[in-house]
C-alpha cells in the first residue's frame, strides 16, 4: 500500500467516532477547536482575500488586461521593459499589458478550474466510492465481488503520478480550458472514492448500525441513510486539500501549454509560461503569478490541514 493510499485511509479513519468523549456533536467540536486554530486563521483570511480578488478583479483592474497600451515602451527583444510605476504598480509584461490587472483577472481563471475540476471529482469519486461502500455494507457475497473491483480500478489510478495522470487526460481532449478542468477532476476522482469508501466502512461497525440492524432496519436503509451522510465529514475536509492540489495542478497543465488556447486571457499558470522567456531581463513577471499560485494554495492547505486535526479524536482535549 503507498503512501498516499495510507494518508487517505487514516482520514477516513479519523471521523469514525460521532461522538467526542465530551458529548458534543463532531462538528461542534471541530469548530470550537478551528476558531482556536492559529492555522486555519490564516488559512481563511488567504482564501478569503483570494475569493474576494477574483470575484471582484474584473471589476476594480485599472486597465482591460488584454490592452497593449504602452507598446512604445517595452522591446523584449532589446531586454527593454517597464518595472513597477504610478500607474502601473507592477509594470507591464512582454507585450505592454498592466500586470497588476492581469493577475487581478487571471484569479478568477485559476479559482474557477479549481472549483469545477473539484466539484468534477468530488462528485464522480463520492457517487463511486458510495456505490463501493454501500456493497461492503449491504455484504454478501456480490458486494464484495463490485467492492474488489471498483477499488482495483481506484488502486491503479492512485498508483499513477497525480501529474502524469492530468497530461495524459489533457493531452488526449485537447487544449482548452475545459480540459484542463476534466483533467485535473479526474486526478481527484480515487482519492475522494477512496476516503468515501473508507469512511463508510468504519462507520459499518458503529454502535448506531449495530442499533439499527438489530431493530432490523433493512441494509439498503442503513447504508444510503445512516452510513452515508455520516460518512461525509472526511470528504469535506479532503475537498478543501484538493483545491490547493488542483489549482497547482491547473497552473501546471498550463504551463505546459495544455490549458486555455488563447493565450490572451490572463490565467496565472499561462502567466507564468509566458514569463519564463524573459526570466534574466524581468524575473518579476514570473514571480508575481507564482507568489499567487503558491499563497493561495498554502491558504488551502493550512484551512484543510486544520480541519483534519480538529476531526482527529486523538487531538481532542
Do not use: C
Not at 486563521?41 to 482575500?49: E, Q
Not at 509566458?274 to 514571480?287: C, E, I, K, N, R
Amino acid at each position: 500500500m503507498s503512501v498516499r493510499t495510507e494518508k487517505i485511509d487514516r482520514l477516513a479513519e479519523l471521523t469514525a467516532a460521532t461522538e467526542t468523549s465530551t458529548g458534543a456533536g463532531l462538528w461542534t467540536e471541530a469548530w470550537r477547536r478551528l476558531r482556536a486554530s492559529k492555522m486555519a486563521v490564516i488559512g481563511a483570511v488567504i482564501i478569503g482575500v483570494f475569493v474576494v480578488v477574483a470575484v471582484v478583479g474584473p471589476w476594480v483592474a485599472p486597465y482591460d488586461p488584454t490592452a497593449q497600451l504602452w507598446r512604445g515602451e517595452v522591446f523584449p527583444n532589446r531586454n527593454v521593459f517597464v518595472g513597477p510605476r504610478g500607474e502601473n504598480w507592477l509594470g507591464l509584461d512582454h507585450l505592454a499589458r498592466d500586470e497588476f490587472s492581469r493577475l487581478l483577472v487571471g484569479a478568477r481563471q485559476t479559482l474557477l478550474v479549481g472549483v469545477v475540476a473539484t466539484l468534477l471529482g468530488f462528485t464522480v469519486g463520492a457517487l463511486v466510492g458510495g456505490v463501493s461502500g454501500a456493497a461492503l455494507v449491504l455484504g454478501g457475497q456480490l458486494g464484495r465481488r463490485i467492492d474488489t473491483v471498483v477499488m482495483r480500478v481506484i488502486d491503479i489510478m492512485l498508483a499513477l503520478p497525480s501529474l502524469l495522470l492530468a497530461v495524459s487526460v489533457a493531452a488526449m481532449l485537447g487544449q482548452s480550458l475545459t480540459t484542463v478542468m476534466i483533467a485535473v477532476g479526474v486526478v481527484q476522482i480515487p482519492v475522494f472514492a477512496r476516503l468515501l469508501r473508507g469512511a463508510m466502512l468504519a462507520q459499518g461497525s458503529a454502535d448506531y448500525v449495530l442499533a439499527a440492524r438489530a431493530l432490523g432496519v433493512r441494509k439498503r436503509r442503513i447504508a444510503l441513510g445512516q452510513v452515508l451522510p455520516n460518512s461525509l465529514s472526511p470528504v469535506i475536509v479532503q475537498g478543501t486539500l484538493s483545491l490547493a492540489t488542483a489549482i497547482i495542478e491547473a497552473a501546471a497543465l498550463s504551463y505546459l501549454g495544455l490549458g486555455n488556447p488563447d493565450a490572451a486571457i490572463p490565467e496565472w499558470g499561462v502567466m507564468l509560461a509566458q514569463a519564463q522567456h524573459y526570466f534574466d531581463s524581468a524575473p518579476m513577471l514570473a514571480v508575481y503569478p507564482a507568489l499567487g499560485i503558491i499563497i493561495t494554495a498554502l491558504g488551502f492547505t493550512l484551512l484543510g490541514e486544520a480541519m483534519r486535526e480538529a476531526l482527529d479524536p486523538k487531538l481532542r482535549s
